[in-house]
């Protein structure tokens, strides 16, 4: 038997090589499956339930028929959500970002499958559809999955006719869900088209873990699900070949071989199989060199290849530790995160590889080091683009559970669905190196329940006995009385860190990882500051200081991180604004579930909620965000800046100096920077010298300047050398507009998104940071506006619109080229009274 095995083996030899070698040149479109491609194109739309406009529309009889008239709908391409051009209407939900996000949206397509495709497996793969999602094909019905942030696949061969048209409809549901931010609503993510011989690697098939690293040897576990949808058994070969890979989408140089594997698949059933290669001096997978691995994994039947798959992933190691924290390739990592929800801003839901790495990249210059997926599945483009770039991530599943939050949130999924939900996150997110924790809840009202809490984390230790399974606590004590908190591997905790000393004293936990999943909560408004108050016409002041009562300043976390040095590190809320939950502008009942344990502060919100609910606040977006929801950096940024970077010289000054009404009145100072002591300058005179306590100052503070204008200096020093500066000076009347596209170039695939600054300025160049004027944005040449935005959480513009004031002197329009053009787009930007201003972006 093992020579007639080695017989076939060599037999193939040749052929595998010579494929390989094929294949290796090939770019993947995505991981799985070769043969993939995007299903995104010539939708059609309607939206019925309930309108834009708060009217209703009767759904039509039937259109998931194939002869449905549909001519009449909207015609797009995907990703799409059918809310976010609004119109914003007051008497909506703060919450939900007073947008019209709840109806019902039909798509269709109509689409080919060429008669060579017969005897062919035919999938169709959603990375996500909001909400309730069920499926027709060709007039018969398909499947369902409701729950908006999952992504999913239907097997359609069964209802597909080759060599002639075919038509897909899609039906969404928001109206049967509720959400407690902005959900977006429709396609908002990819589809995918898939064809496999009938004996193929599965799903999500394969799951590669690396047991054993080392900076001289590595070992690759590679595990691989075969389905066999065939009416015979078979006995196929799979052929391993491990590449290195620069960005995960092409394979560069091969570094290892597999042994190649035999596997006996009996008719209509699935089989694993578990496959073993070593990889000599592996290049680790790390936050400064995010090195990625292609295994292309060949499977054959009779000397025929019958499926191909690639599967990304890289080499480290992974340990948390209750003393040590958390260790990354052997080495200590303090996880500087922050969560994120999962809307784009003037985008909204629809997802954006371009939006999404701008993002990140903006993040990343703050020293920012992991995101947390508040409070679901992420868009696989987020997991892909943070293996590339070398960000940590906190995958999490659900904000519900048995018991909801809202009516009719995942409560009524959770009996039927939250095990398929929590195998298809996993299943499908595995692979990635930058995944290091599953998190399976949020401040769920079922905390306490030991049952649910060990049930899950089984599911998930069931699926990736690999990683640690968290949930993030806001009754932290409760998780922990309860015995919940036991089923877990890491406590993650959100705020009321002033019981970690009891914690750490508790001997049941003492051996327990803890990791702030959620911290500081601090609130601003770009631009704005007030003096004697933090609130005032609805925006919030950007000194620092403003916070719900559960959370806490930048500072104070920095004071507990430094406190508790054995702690993980912390996720801060959050790294953008969002659209909806306007704190402290919002009445969210469920922000009353943060002092469960506290009457006396429920009773101060609840009642401060019912003022709030009474004004009815024009407020659409969150203040949370250490950016803003144009990607502005707010002036937290730079504190998060100087303590995350600290090798980085920079310093930070604030207030802005356009102060007219407060000649000869105080106005404070704040300075933030990676230095330890800096001296400032007010019109060339010293206001003194101030020195950082270390783990205690991460701001230095001149509180008793008095105002004249001109220009304020700070000079900041480390280690007894000049370290950095910083300059504010105060502007003159507004003269002109600039225009600052953030790239120079931008690709015509009809995707990549460039974002364009607008500053108002004066005759200086120096921005007029309490201006306002109205802008108007054109284009020209072979593009269009995207959207504009100006980070005013109070606008009620549409992100659609080409006009927009300034917000405290910047706005922003979002271009894209036409798809395979090329040529020039000028984009120009017009105001009454204001110098206009122009620039161009080269297409390619």
Same mark, same amino acid.
């Given at each position: 038997?093992?020579?007639?095995?080695?017989?076939?083996?060599?037999?193939?030899?040749?052929?595998?090589?010579?494929?390989?070698?094929?294949?290796?040149?090939?770019?993947?479109?995505?991981?799985?499956?070769?043969?993939?491609?995007?299903?995104?194109?010539?939708?059609?739309?309607?939206?019925?339930?309930?309108?834009?406009?708060?009217?209703?529309?009767?759904?039509?009889?039937?259109?998931?028929?194939?002869?449905?008239?549909?001519?009449?709908?909207?015609?797009?391409?995907?990703?799409?959500?059918?809310?976010?051009?609004?119109?914003?209407?007051?008497?909506?939900?703060?919450?939900?970002?007073?947008?019209?996000?709840?109806?019902?949206?039909?798509?269709?397509?109509?689409?080919?499958?060429?008669?060579? @495709?017969?005897? /062919?497996?035919?999938?169709?793969?959603?990375? #996500? &559809?909001?909400? *309730?999602?069920? +499926? %027709?094909?060709?007039?018969?019905?398909?499947?369902?999955?409701?729950?908006?942030?999952?992504?999913?696949?239907?097997?359609?061969?069964?209802?597909?006719?080759?060599?002639?048209?075919?038509?897909?409809?899609?039906?969404? @549901?928001?109206? /049967?869900?509720?959400?407690?931010?902005?959900? #977006? &609503?429709?396609? *908002?993510?990819? +589809? %995918?088209?898939?064809?496999?011989?009938?004996?193929?690697?599965?799903?999500?098939?394969?799951?590669?873990?690396?047991?054993?690293?080392?900076?001289?040897?590595?070992?690759?576990?590679?595990?691989?699900?075969?389905?066999?949808?065939?009416?015979?058994?078979?006995?196929?070969?799979?052929?391993?070949?491990?590449?290195?890979?620069?960005?995960?989408?092409?394979?560069?140089?091969?570094?290892?071989?597999?042994?190649?594997?035999?596997?006996?698949?009996?008719?209509?059933?699935?089989?694993?199989?578990?496959?073993?290669?070593?990889?000599?001096?592996?290049?680790?997978?790390?936050?400064?060199?995010?090195?990625?691995?292609?295994?292309?994994?060949?499977?054959?039947?009779?000397?025929?290849?019958?499926?191909?798959?690639?599967?990304?992933?890289?080499?480290?190691?992974?340990?948390?530790?209750?003393?040590?924290?958390?260790?990354?390739?052997?080495?200590?990592?303090?996880?500087?995160?922050?969560?994120?929800?999962?809307?784009?801003?003037?985008?909204?839901?629809?997802?954006?590889?371009?939006?999404?790495?701008?993002?990140?990249?903006?993040?990343?210059?703050?020293?920012?080091?992991?995101?947390?997926?508040?409070?679901?599945?992420?868009?696989?483009?987020?997991?892909?683009?943070?293996?590339?770039?070398?960000?940590?991530?906190?995958?999490?599943?659900?904000?519900?559970?048995?018991?909801?939050?809202?009516?009719?949130?995942?409560?009524?999924?959770?009996?039927?669905?939250?095990?398929?939900?929590?195998?298809?996150?996993?299943?499908?997110?595995?692979?990635?190196?930058?995944?290091?924790?599953?998190?399976?809840?949020?401040?769920?009202?079922?905390?306490?329940?030991?049952?649910?809490?060990?049930?899950?984390?089984?599911?998930?230790?069931?699926?990736?006995?690999?990683?640690?399974?968290?949930?993030?606590?806001?009754?932290?004590?409760?998780?922990?009385?309860?015995?919940?908190?036991?089923?877990?591997?890491?406590?993650?905790?959100?705020?009321?860190?002033?019981?970690?000393?009891?914690?750490?004293?508790?001997?049941?936990?003492?051996?327990?990882?803890?990791?702030?999943?959620?911290?500081?909560?601090?609130?601003?408004?770009?631009?704005?500051?007030?003096?004697?108050?933090?609130?005032?016409?609805?925006?919030?002041?950007?000194?620092?200081?403003?916070?719900?009562?559960?959370?806490?300043?930048?500072?104070?976390?920095?004071?507990?991180?430094?406190?508790?040095?054995?702690?993980?590190?912390?996720?801060?809320?959050?790294?953008?604004?969002?659209?909806?939950?306007?704190?402290?502008?919002?009445?969210?009942?469920?922000?009353?579930?943060?002092?469960?344990?506290?009457?006396?502060?429920?009773?101060?919100?609840?009642?401060?909620?019912?003022?709030?609910?009474?004004?009815?606040?024009?407020?659409?977006?969150?203040?949370?965000?250490?950016?803003?929801?144009?990607?502005?950096?707010?002036?937290?940024?730079?504190?998060?800046?100087?303590?995350?970077?600290?090798?980085?010289?920079?310093?930070?000054?604030?207030?802005?100096?356009?102060?007219?009404?407060?000649?000869?009145?105080?106005?404070?100072?704040?300075?933030?920077?990676?230095?330890?002591?800096?001296?400032?300058?007010?019109?060339?005179?010293?206001?003194?010298?101030?020195?950082?306590?270390?783990?205690?100052?991460?701001?230095?503070?001149?509180?008793?300047?008095?105002?004249?204008?001109?220009?304020?200096?700070?000079?900041?020093?480390?280690?007894?050398?000049?370290?950095?500066?910083?300059?504010?000076?105060?502007?003159?009347?507004?003269?002109?507009?600039?225009?600052?596209?953030?790239?120079?170039?931008?690709?015509?695939?009809?995707?990549?998104?460039?974002?364009?600054?607008?500053?108002?300025?004066?005759?200086?160049?120096?921005?007029?940071?309490?201006?306002?004027?109205?802008?108007?944005?054109?284009?020209?040449?072979?593009?269009?506006?995207?959207?504009?935005?100006?980070?005013?959480?109070?606008?009620?513009?549409?992100?659609?619109?080409?006009?927009?004031?300034?917000?405290?002197?910047?706005?922003?329009?979002?271009?894209?080229?036409?798809?395979?053009?090329?040529?020039?787009?000028?984009?120009?930007?017009?105001?009454?009274?204001?110098?206009?201003?122009?620039?161009?972006?080269?297409?390619?």
């Amino acid at each position: 038997m093992l020579k007639n095995k080695n017989w076939v083996l060599s037999l193939l030899a040749v052929t595998i090589m010579g494929t390989n070698t094929v294949l290796a040149q090939m770019t993947i479109t995505r991981p799985g499956s070769a043969d993939v491609q995007l299903f995104d194109s010539n939708w059609r739309f309607a939206r019925f339930g309930l309108q834009a406009d708060g009217s209703s529309k009767d759904e039509p009889a039937h259109p998931e028929e194939e002869r449905f008239a549909d001519n009449s709908w909207q015609h797009l391409d995907l990703p799409h959500d059918w809310a976010i051009s609004g119109p914003f209407r007051v008497e909506l939900s703060g919450n939900t970002g007073k947008l019209p996000w709840q109806g019902i949206g039909w798509y269709r397509k109509d689409f080919s499958i060429p008669a060579t @495709d017969a005897g /062919k497996k035919i999938f169709i793969d959603f990375d #996500g &559809a909001m909400a *309730y999602a069920k +499926v %027709w094909v060709n007039g018969q019905y398909v499947g369902e999955w409701p729950y908006g942030y999952s992504s999913f696949r239907f097997d359609i061969t069964p209802f597909i006719k080759t060599g002639k048209q075919n038509t897909i409809a899609v039906k969404l @549901d928001t109206e /049967k869900y509720d959400s407690r931010w902005y959900p #977006g &609503a429709g396609i *908002y993510r990819h +589809v %995918w088209l898939v064809k496999t011989n009938e004996v193929h690697v599965g799903c999500w098939g394969t799951f590669i873990t690396t047991p054993q690293v080392t900076d001289t040897a590595a070992i690759a576990n590679i595990n691989v699900k075969l389905d066999n949808q065939g009416k015979a058994p078979v006995k196929a070969i799979l052929h391993t070949v491990i590449y290195e890979s620069a960005d995960g989408k092409k394979p560069g140089k091969k570094i290892a071989v597999a042994k190649d594997a035999i596997v006996n698949i009996q008719a209509d059933s699935n089989t694993v199989s578990d496959i073993s290669v070593n990889i000599s001096r592996p290049k680790l997978w790390s936050l400064e060199n995010p090195h990625l691995y292609i295994a292309q994994t060949t499977l054959f039947i009779n000397k025929r290849i019958v499926d191909t798959y690639n599967t990304v992933f890289g080499v480290r190691s992974i340990a948390f530790t209750a003393r040590n924290g958390f260790l990354l390739n052997g080495k200590q990592v303090a996880i500087k995160g922050v969560c994120n929800h999962h809307d784009l801003g003037a985008l909204g839901a629809a997802v954006n590889r371009s939006a999404i790495a701008r993002q990140l990249s903006i993040l990343k210059k703050m020293g920012c080091n992991a995101i947390r997926t508040s409070h679901n599945p992420p868009a696989p483009e987020l997991l892909e683009l943070a293996d590339q770039m070398g960000f940590l991530v906190w995958d999490e599943a659900f904000d519900a559970w048995k018991t909801g939050k809202r009516k009719n949130d995942y409560n009524k999924l959770f009996p039927q669905w939250h095990e398929r939900d929590l195998q298809a996150m996993v299943h499908r997110d595995c692979n990635h190196p930058s995944v290091i924790i599953w998190s399976v809840g949020n401040e769920v009202m079922d905390q306490r329940d030991v049952g649910i809490t060990r049930e899950l984390a089984e599911i998930v230790h069931r699926e990736d006995p690999t990683r640690p399974v968290s949930n993030a606590y806001n009754d932290p004590d409760g998780g922990r009385e309860s015995g919940a908190a036991m089923a877990l591997d890491i406590m993650g905790v959100n705020y009321f860190f002033g019981r970690q000393a009891h914690w750490d004293a508790d001997s049941m936990y003492k051996d327990k990882p803890t990791i702030g999943s959620e911290t500081s909560s601090c609130v601003s408004s770009r631009g704005e500051y007030f003096f004697g108050g933090n609130y005032q016409n609805w925006q919030v002041s950007s000194y620092d200081n403003a916070f719900p009562g559960w959370g806490c300043s930048p500072d104070e976390q920095f004071r507990t991180n430094n406190k508790y040095p054995h702690l993980l590190g912390e996720f801060v809320w959050t790294g953008f604004d969002y659209l909806g939950e306007p704190t402290p502008y919002n009445s969210d009942e469920t922000n009353l579930l943060n002092f469960r344990t506290d009457p006396a502060k429920k009773a101060q919100l609840e009642q401060a909620l019912e003022e709030i609910k009474k004004k009815n606040p024009p407020s659409r977006s969150s203040y949370f965000g250490i950016v803003d929801l144009c990607g502005f950096p707010k002036d937290r940024y730079y504190n998060y800046q100087a303590h995350w970077r600290p090798d980085f010289p920079m310093a930070h000054i604030l207030p802005h100096w356009n102060w007219p009404e407060r000649k000869d009145s105080i106005v404070p100072v704040h300075v933030y920077t990676s230095g330890d002591k800096a001296e400032l300058f007010l019109n060339g005179k010293s206001l003194g010298l101030k020195i950082k306590r270390p783990g205690q100052d991460f701001r230095l503070v001149w509180d008793s300047v008095k105002y004249v204008p001109g220009e304020v200096k700070v000079i900041a020093y480390k280690d007894g050398k000049l370290w950095a500066t910083d300059i504010v000076k105060t502007a003159g009347k507004a003269r002109k507009l600039r225009l600052l596209p953030e790239a120079g170039t931008i690709a015509n695939d009809g995707e990549t998104l460039c974002y364009v600054t607008l500053r108002v300025e004066d005759n200086d160049g120096i921005m007029v940071p309490r201006s306002h004027p109205l802008v108007q944005f054109m284009i020209e040449g072979p593009g269009e506006i995207v959207a504009t935005d100006n980070g005013d959480a109070t606008s009620f513009i549409s992100f659609q619109s080409h006009e927009r004031p300034a917000y405290n002197g910047m706005a922003q329009v979002v271009v894209k080229a036409a798809k395979g053009k090329k040529g020039k787009i000028i984009i120009r930007a017009v105001s009454s009274g204001l110098e206009e201003a122009a620039t161009e972006v080269v297409v390619k």
